[in-house]
Structures are given as structure tokens and as C-alpha cells.
């Protein structure tokens, strides 16, 4: 009953209104709160951003301070805790390890499941903003077998998470600020991204009033699909795939088969019709990783550099305008830095949880807010009626 509109994908239906991000795709534009991408990402901090996307100003000196200090204030994790990353297998996704412990936490903070009490809504969002740090930290640890590196609180947000990740007990770790500087812009970039498929996943596991860790779990599990936040690991190993420049001519070649499944991962967009201004921040980063690293002739790179002159010019790329997405070039960024491609998605997901939560807390705060319920149209068989067993 009733009339529905055929639209796969949610191409061309708005979800909802949302004062937090807007972007245009024709142009290349991305504004949070009003702000660019680019403003943001060159000039301010991700704390800041994280402020910024949950209150929809930027702070003041005050407020920031009050606001890091209180992040800083939640940056431990339950010690039983870690008795749940050790029920996992060693050779565990740290995807999967992510999907796990972050639902996990709806039973370490039973108060979060009151979402009608916006204090708890805040301090569920601060606890969220403030460990996913130490927990994917945690899950890398896991991941190359060392002990847990507990946070370190005078640090700041980037600088706190790179020394849990690679400093090793007895070892002096001082944290190169250039290489935190750029984990910061990193986080930035990816912090929010209006309706994308996880954002839409923590709404509509949200509207039913289920508790907010458990519908973060929701959104990490979509983030992680190739098509979504899976890209940049994909990325990576398509670039290690193509190895040299003079492989790129097949790969471009496949990319345009038809009967052939393979797509050039970091290009395309279903929003972006011109280039991501994500990517063009994340090109410039990745040359400041590299030089600051001493990299001076990273084979990946210049695949990379090259698989986008060719792309930019060739005419199906061109036709279908395909642009390189924030997934190109954070690969090789996230791997000069010293993570493993497993943990490239992870690294979306900790920087993205501000975007779900400021997502999920304007979603919760609308009067209208409703449960989502999509409608379908039935294409299967008529009413009939049951045919008993032996004469099937
Ligand atoms: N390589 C080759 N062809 C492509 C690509 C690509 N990367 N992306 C799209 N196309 C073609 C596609 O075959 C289709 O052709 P046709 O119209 O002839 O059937 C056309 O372009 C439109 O593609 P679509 O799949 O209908 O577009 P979509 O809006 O549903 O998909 C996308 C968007 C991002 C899933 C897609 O471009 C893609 O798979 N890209 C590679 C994966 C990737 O980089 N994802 C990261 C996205 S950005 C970060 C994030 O959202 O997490």
C-alpha cells in the first residue's frame, strides 16, 4: 500500500536537516559549521573541530582549555577492559576489534543509555572522543603483539595517540611534533562528512533510542566496507599492486573494463563530482610526512602521482568525473607514518566518531526526530496459499 519512491542508494532522498556539514560536490566545497576544510585543517586543531562539530561554534581560549581538559579527563579505559582485546584471536582485524570493544562500552557505561538526560548525552560524547584514541591504540598494540601503552595526559590529542601506538616499554619515545602536526590535519579531514553510509548507519541505529556506543559499533561496521572507510587500506594495496609507473596502463585499462570488477580505489565519489578538497590537503600532508621522514623517492608515491596525471586527463575518468577522494594519498601518508594498512580504517573511524556523535546528539535534540523507517517496493510473489511438504 501506499506510494513509494524507488531511490537505491538514497541518491537523491535528504534523510534529514543538518546545521553541522555542508558540502558541494560540483564545486569541490566542504564546510563544517560554516568553515572550510582547508581553514580548519591548515589553521586550526582537531580538538577544535571536535568543538566545533558538537557545539557549532569555535571555542574561545576558556572553552577550549575547559573542553581539552575535560577530553583529557576521560582518555583511560575500564583496566577489565583488556581482558577483551585478549579474548580475540592475535592475527584479529583490528577493524573487527574495533567493531567489538566500542559496543562493549554501552556495558561499561550503563548512564549512557539514558539519552533523554543531555548530561549524560555529553559525557557519553566526551568518553567517546577521548578513548577511541587509547582503544585503537590499544587494537594496534594487540594487532603486532606489544603490551598497552597507557595515555599520557599532557600531550596533546595527536601526540597522546601516536606515543600509544609506538612507543615500547623501556625505550625513550620523544614525539616528532611535524609527524603529530600532521596526524592532527589527518583527523581533521576526516572528522565529519554530512550523510554519508556510517554517519546514516549511527542515525538510523540511533533513532531507536539504542545507546551510543553500541550505535558508534554501527557506524565502524559500515565505515569498514572497500566502497566507505575501507578505501584507504584498499588504496594502499592496489598502489603496492601496481608497483611501478609502467604497470599503470593495464590498471587504468581495467579500471574502464566493464566485465572486469576492478575500480581504481581512491577515485570517484558519489558526492564529489570534481576533486575531493580533502584530497588536495591530504597530497599536501603527504609531502610533509615524507620530507619531514627523509623519504625522498617513495616508489608508492610516484604511482600514485602518476596514476592521477594519467586518470585526470583520460576521458572516461574525465566523463564520469572521477576525481582522487581523501583515501588516495592518506595511504601512503598513514604508512609513512608507520601504521599497517590494517590500520588505516581504524584511523578513519577514531577521527569520524566526532561527526557520528554530532550527528547522532543533533539527531536526538530534533523535536522531529523520528525512528527511521525506510519503505520498500514489493516485487515479490502474490498471496498464496501453503502447500504442505509432500506436495511441493
Ligand atoms: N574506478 C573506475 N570506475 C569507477 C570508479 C572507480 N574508482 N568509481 C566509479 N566508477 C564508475 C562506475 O563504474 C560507474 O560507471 P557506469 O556509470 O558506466 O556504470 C560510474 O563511475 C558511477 O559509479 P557508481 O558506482 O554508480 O557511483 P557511486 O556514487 O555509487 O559510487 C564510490 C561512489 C565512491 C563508491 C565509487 O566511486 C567507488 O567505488 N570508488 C572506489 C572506492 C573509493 O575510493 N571509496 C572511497 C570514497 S571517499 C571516502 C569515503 O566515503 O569513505
Known amino acids: 500500500t501506499g506510494v513509494f519512491t524507488y531511490d537505491p542508494g538514497f541518491t537523491s532522498t535528504a534523510s534529514c536537516e543538518s546545521d553541522i556539514t ?19 585543517a591548515e589553521k586550526g586543531s582537531f580538538l577544535e573541530t ?38 580475540f584471536r592475535r592475527d584479529a582485524h583490528p577493524m573487527a576489534i574495533m567493531c567489538g570493544v566500542i559496543g562493549a562500552m554501552s556495558a561499561f557505561y550503563h548512564d549512557s543509555t539514558d539519552i533523554s538526560d543531555p548530561r549524560q548525552r555529553m559525557i557519553a560524547s566526551l568518553r567517546m572522543i577521548a578513548k577511541m584514541p587509547t582503544i585503537a591504540a590499544m587494537a594496534y598494540k594487540y594487532h603486532v603483539g606489544q603490551p598497552f601503552v597507557y595515555p599520557k595526559n599532557d600531550l596533546s590529542y595527536s601526540a597522546n595517540f601516536l606515543r600509544m601506538c609506538f612507543a615500547v616499554p623501556c625505550d625513550e619515545y620523544e614525539v616528532n611534533p611535524v609527524l603529530a602536526k600532521a596526524m592532527d590535519r589527518i583527523f581533521i579531514l576526516h572528522a565529519d562528512h554530512e550523510q554519508n553510509a556510517s554517519t546514516s548507519t549511527v542515525r538510523l541505529a540511533g533513532s531507536s533510542g539504542a545507546n551510543p556506543f553500541a550505535c558508534i559499533a554501527a557506524g565502524i561496521a559500515c565505515l569498514w566496507g572497500p566502497a566507505h572507510g575501507g578505501a584507504n587500506e584498499a588504496a594502499l594495496n592496489m598502489l603496492s599492486e601496481i608497483g611501478s609507473v609502467d604497470q599503470i596502463p593495464e590498471y587504468i585499462d581495467r579500471a574502464k573494463d566493464k566485465n572486469d570488477p576492478f575500480r581504481l580505489m581512491g577515485f570517484g565519489h558519489r558526492v564529489y563530482k570534481n576533486y575531493d578538497p580533502r584530497a588536495k590537503i591530504m597530497q599536501k600532508t603527504c609531502h610533509e610526512v615524507l620530507a619531514e621522514l627523509g623519504i625522498k623517492d617513495d616508489p608508492l608515491l610516484d604511482v600514485a602521482l602518476e596514476l592521477e596525471k594519467i586518470a585526470l586527463t583520460d576521458e572516461y575518468f574525465v566523463e564520469k568525473k572521477l576525481y582522487p577522494n581523501i583515501d588516495f594519498y592518506s595511504g601512503i601518508t598513514l604508512k609513512a607514518l608507520g601504521f599497517p594498512t590494517t590500520m588505516f580504517t581504524v584511523l578513519f573511524a577514531l577521527a569520524r566518531t566526532v561527526g557520528w556523535i554530532a550527528q547522532w546528539k543533533e539527531m536526538i535534540e530534533d523535536p522531529r526526530q523520528k525512528i527511521g523507517r525506510p519503505r520498500q517496493l514489493y516485487t515479490g510473489a502474490p498471496q498464496r496459499d501453503y502447500v504442505p511438504m509432500d506436495n511441493r
Request: proline share 4%.
Open 22 to 40: 555542508f558540502i558541494d560536490g560540483e564545486k569541490g566545497v566542504l564546510l563544517h559549521r560554516g568553515y572550510p576544510i582547508d581553514q580548519l
Open 50 to 87: 571536535c568543538y566545533l562539530l558538537l557545539y557549532g561554534e569555535l571555542p574561545n581560549k576558556s572553552q577550549m582549555d575547559d573542553f581539552e581538559h575535560r577530553v583529557t579527563h576521560h582518555t583511560m579505559v575500564h583496566e577489565q577492559m583488556n581482558r577483551f582485546f585478549t579474548g
